[in-house]
């Protein structure tokens, strides 16, 4: 366990949308024409969530604890990521403080989904939904954002010493 009280991570993702896929974001199946690639479900942002997390507790990132070329995470719920990358930290003595996030898409408007993405994050790593923020944005279609060729995510998490 680290003799500081608190930390800070730091956390960002980024998949291509395609046809032929789902949109998952924030653990939530989104309705749209295209979804993320990826080796699992491709939810950016519960990906940057997990690297702010495994980043705040200097414990390497997403990739390290669960490698694309793994066959176990092959078409993984990302939920069953964050559960786990919360007992890693869990069992290292940390909790969560609080999680603020930003989803960077073009299209669909996520704004509507917001409350349910931080419930269903909320419900997954054992807090409040008011310990999750997530905000949406655009990049004015600029970029590969703003042609609608992939969606990014970034976030910033503070974790605590657990109590005892």
């Not at 609080?98 to 909320?122: G, S, Y």
């Not at 655009?138 to 503070?158: D, H, M, N, P």
């Amino acid at each position: 366990m680290r003799n500081c009280p608190f930390r800070i991570g730091f956390g960002y993702d980024v998949h291509q949308l395609v046809e032929g896929r789902e949109l998952w974001l924030g653990g939530i199946k989104i309705d749209h024409s295209l979804g993320l690639l990826g080796h699992s479900d491709a939810d950016v942002l519960i990906h940057a969530i997990c690297d702010a997390l495994l980043g705040a507790a200097c414990m390497r990132d997403i990739g390290y604890h669960f490698p694309d070329t793994a066959e176990e995470t092959d078409g993984i719920d990302s939920k069953i990521l964050l559960a786990k990358t919360m007992q890693l930290l869990r069992d290292e003595g940390y909790e969560l403080g609080n999680i603020d996030a930003t989803v960077c898409a073009e299209r669909p408007k996520l704004n509507p989904h917001i409350p349910e993405m931080q419930q269903c994050l909320a419900d997954v790593i054992g807090c409040t939904p008011g310990q999750v923020s997530i905000k949406a944005t655009t990049t004015e279609k600029l970029g590969f954002t703003g042609r609608q060729e992939g969606i990014s995510a970034y976030a910033v998490v503070l974790i605590t010493v657990a109590t005892p």
